[in-house]
């Protein structure tokens, strides 16, 4: 708690540190000013100065008491194992938040559920803020469908996609888990304060900062690492270019989790991030819809795949070759296989075998040496 | 002529037999009925005995002339190379029109251009007849956009996005070519007729099926190559599933031309097909306007791409590491770099690097030993 309170989760260092000799130890050796980053412990003991560690962490508890949140770390029996998975990530990237994308030291946590069991089977839905009606009504038709699929519907709490994805998993009756950037009892924007109210009865509300941390720019990039590296997989709905959501999909694809982008109209500001990435990231998924979702982070056969199609009628089903040659045949009066196989461009072998079929399904009718089509029932 | 009149364009037998015994000599041996193909030989037998194939030549010949159409063949100087590329082409298809797509042996033409002149710098654009006014949008802009760099627009005359692309590229007062699947004299749907004669005036008309024959569906399968083919790429804007554009699609795949392709909202059926073949095919290339049309189809270099970017203003055009300081930096009152670093979560020799950078922009300004934001000039 104090840690996190110190220095920004997911920093390299500290997380290493607390690896090594325990989070006590580390906390000591912090306070002495005893770390090899000059910034880091520049930082730390700039903090430190600003209030006693030791009354913060009274102050914490005691609002989280008042709040009924939680705090759970890696010990703890409901600690999501997923975001362990962040250990080993390497952005290899020259800017400090890629670069410091370690593990999560704890959770503060709103809600009924286990939270390990909660991301269990967990898809994020991401995207933008400024979300078009079309984004909102494919969120809303996506997450409902996970959610009434018995999925966790994880998201950022933010306007537009994050809070349609978050409304429409609760609709279903489903959970939904938010992960903030900012302390548990101030879910930021003040805006949603009712979907956060609601959110903390039926699903969770969770963060790496204690409660009390504001929501500063720099810790929704850092945020974005825990929706990534939680869920199963993360869909991105809609995103400006340079958006925020394309940053933790970078995160997603960087830990080789699916990450699957729904395409948009090309003139919609509110699409040009996803295409962007589809572009660029031959790894990610373009989906179209919730079955799409659900082939890709459902185990192999739980969700077969029923392929797009036309318009459905009998001629629909025909194969090429067999709708070439009914269209051959005529309507009036009869024509011979040979004079079928000219007008269709096939050969007759191939005619003949089609008009068996044609005439088992009941489309054409035979009438001396030649065929007719049938009459319309 | 005599020989596509006989066998539909693009039989590999007769095909071979032309490569191998020349034009006369392969239509001597047909109207034998001298042919290794049982089916083949059927039709064209049937074919034969309704008319001579003599008296149809006459008749063609006269009809052509009086419309102002020529023919031209492989040997003519204006023959568009880049449709011999189909006669490697392999599909490994047990169907009669996925086996079939060998080099055509003449192309009736309509129109001033020199025929392979007109395909040299082309690309085609495709796509669903029943467009949605978004598909006819975007059609415009690129065909329109295409014409204007001196692009030829090539496409086939239906309703939808291909009338959009020619209707486009003429108003752009650029070339365009309609490749058609029955004779130049009877261009098909007859409700685009007005336009189709504004492409013979301005562009192109052309077929590989004598005047007088008719648009019989396998024959839009077998024009498709000839799209497919002579262009320098392919853009598919909208297309149900399992449409012709797809087929088109699957010719420009094989021949590994660029097949790029035009994304829409997932709500649209139109666009079903174009979904499907971005998940399908990895070597799709989603493009979402003109930009990314020229970057693919130009010389490299030609075009330079312009990345896609968020709202243009000062503070967008900081790296994520500055931003993120300049979050930090208070309105009121001035902060340490200490401070800063412990606030905005970075390291102290970052934050004073970037300080460097944000005073030179004129984003923050230095008083004494702190910083404050600048004031709005």
Redo the contacts between chains.
């Keep these: 708690m104090t840690l996190t309170w110190l220095a920004?989760p997911g920093n390299r260092t500290v997380w290493s540190l607390v690896q090594r000799d325990g989070a006590v130890a580390t906390l000591t050796r912090l306070l002495r000013g005893d770390l090899p980053?000059?910034?880091?412990r520049?930082?730390?003991?700039?903090?430190a100065a600003t209030l006693d560690p030791r009354r913060l962490a009274d102050l914490t508890l005691r609002r989280a008491e008042r709040l009924g949140a939680r705090i759970v770390v890696p010990s703890d029996e409901e600690w999501p194992a997923r975001v362990e998975s962040l250990a080993t990530l390497s952005l290899d990237a020259p800017?400090?938040?890629d670069r410091d994308v370690r593990p999560p030291l704890c959770f503060w946590v709103r809600g009924p559920w286990p939270l390990g069991e909660a991301l269990e089977r967990s898809v994020a839905v991401v995207g933008a803020r400024a979300a078009s009606g079309?984004g909102t009504?494919?969120t809303t038709e996506i997450a409902y469908g996970l959610a009434a699929h018995g999925w966790t519907v994880v998201s950022g709490g933010a306007y537009g996609i994050d809070s349609a994805a978050h409304r429409a998993a609760m609709a279903a009756g489903g959970r939904t888990v938010a992960v903030l950037a900012c302390g548990v009892d101030r879910p930021y924007p003040v805006g949603n304060s009712a979907m956060f109210e609601q959110i903390a009865e039926s699903g969770l509300l969770i963060s790496e900062w204690p409660p009390g941390s504001e929501p500063?720019?720099?810790?929704f990039?850092?945020r974005n690492r825990v929706i990534a590296a939680a869920t199963a997989g993360t869909v991105l709905v809609e995103a400006?270019?340079?958006?925020g959501a394309i940053q933790t999909m970078g995160r997603v694809l960087a830990l080789r989790r699916p990450a699957m982008v729904?395409?948009?109209?090309?003139?919609s500001a509110m699409?040009?991030?996803c295409?962007?990435l589809?572009?660029e990231r031959?790894d990610a998924?373009?989906v179209?819809?919730l079955a799409?979702v659900l082939e890709t982070v459902g185990r192999i056969g739980e969700y077969p795949a029923d392929?797009?199609?036309?318009p459905e009628h009998r001629r629909?089903a025909l194969?090429?070759?067999s709708?070439?040659l009914l269209?051959?045949v005529p309507r009036r009066g009869t024509a011979t296989p040979?004079?079928l196989?000219?007008?269709?461009?096939?050969?007759?072998?191939?005619?003949l075998r089609r008009l068996s079929l044609l005439e088992l399904t009941g489309l054409v009718e035979r009438r001396g040496d030649g065929v007719t089509l049938a009459r319309k029932r």
Tied chains: 1, 2.
């Design positions: 920004e980053d000059g910034g880091l520049a930082g730390v003991l700039a903090k800017r400090q938040v079309y009504h494919v500063l720019k720099h810790r990039l850092i400006a270019a340079r958006s729904v395409p948009g109209p090309v003139t699409s040009v991030g295409h962007e589809l572009r031959p998924t373009l179209t819809g799409q392929p797009p199609r036309g629909d194969d090429d070759e709708a070439l269209e051959a040979e004079e196989a000219a007008k269709a461009g096939l050969d007759l072998r191939t005619v």
